[in-house]
């Protein structure tokens, strides 16, 4: 099965910064999407985004199906983006594979 | 619009007792069914999922078991818990979108297990 990981494993930023975070798969995959895990554990779909460049506010991500990889921008952190953000795809299934995910603090 | 519910939210069972999870979807009808298991401070682990009545598939040896009985309904099994069964399930459901695009993923609120 693919394998996903995800970059980087923890990252603290001040209130304001602008971050990358990155998703690399090890087989093609032909869905992909971002969530974002709140401190309740609630999974909250950010992104579905198979290809191409998708913006929702301060958010956006990018995906690079040939390349194997996605990106997920957040602009000028906000402290409720702090959490753990994961990616996940398939390849040519129906199961969905997780990345290892990205701790994200956002200090004040 | 669909909506995923998850039962119980919380609970705390014995080493050796059963366990039963339940899941249900509204609003849509064969949907894709999903169980997965997060240990404290890890990833998901994919434990089984359906594309229909009946069929599970199983990613994970264990000690747990899925079943499908009803087309929007998905339950999670054990005849007897081990200490290692402790963690956050999480019941998901997708739609069919067409050849290799099992459709967006949706979770439900999740089920905090603890053994002891």
């Known amino acids: 099965g693919i394998q996903v990981e995800q970059s980087p494993p923890d990252l603290i930023l001040q209130e304001g910064a602008n971050s990358t975070l990155r998703c690399n798969f090890s087989d093609s995959v032909n869905n992909l999407q971002w969530f974002h895990q709140n401190p309740w554990g609630q999974l909250i779909n950010l992104f579905y985004i198979p290809s191409g460049t998708k913006q929702n506010g301060r958010l956006s991500a990018t995906t690079v199906a040939t390349e194997r990889y996605s990106l997920l921008y957040i602009s000028s952190s906000q402290t409720t983006d702090s959490g753990v953000y994961f990616c996940?795809?398939?390849?040519?299934?129906?199961?969905?594979?997780f990345g290892t995910g990205t701790r994200l603090k956002v200090l004040a | 619009s669909q909506t995923i519910h998850q039962w119980p939210a919380t609970l705390v069972q014995p080493v050796g007792s059963p366990l039963s999870l339940e899941c249900t979807v509204e609003?849509?009808?064969?949907?894709?069914l999903y169980w997965y298991r997060q240990a404290a401070g890890r990833g998901l682990q994919l434990l089984f999922y359906?594309?229909?009545?009946?069929?599970i598939s199983s990613e994970v040896p264990q000690n747990l078991s899925a079943s499908r009985p009803q087309d929007r309904q998905f339950i999670l099994s054990s005849k007897k818990l081990l200490l290692s069964d402790s963690g956050f399930y999480l019941c998901a459901w997708s739609v069919y979108s067409g050849r290799r695009h099992p459709g967006e993923l949706f979770f439900g609120e999740g089920s905090r297990l603890t053994v002891l």
């Open positions: 359906s594309v229909g009545i009946g069929q």
């Open positions: 609003g849509t009808s064969n949907p894709n």
């Open positions: 996940a795809g398939t390849s040519g299934t129906y199961k969905y594979i």
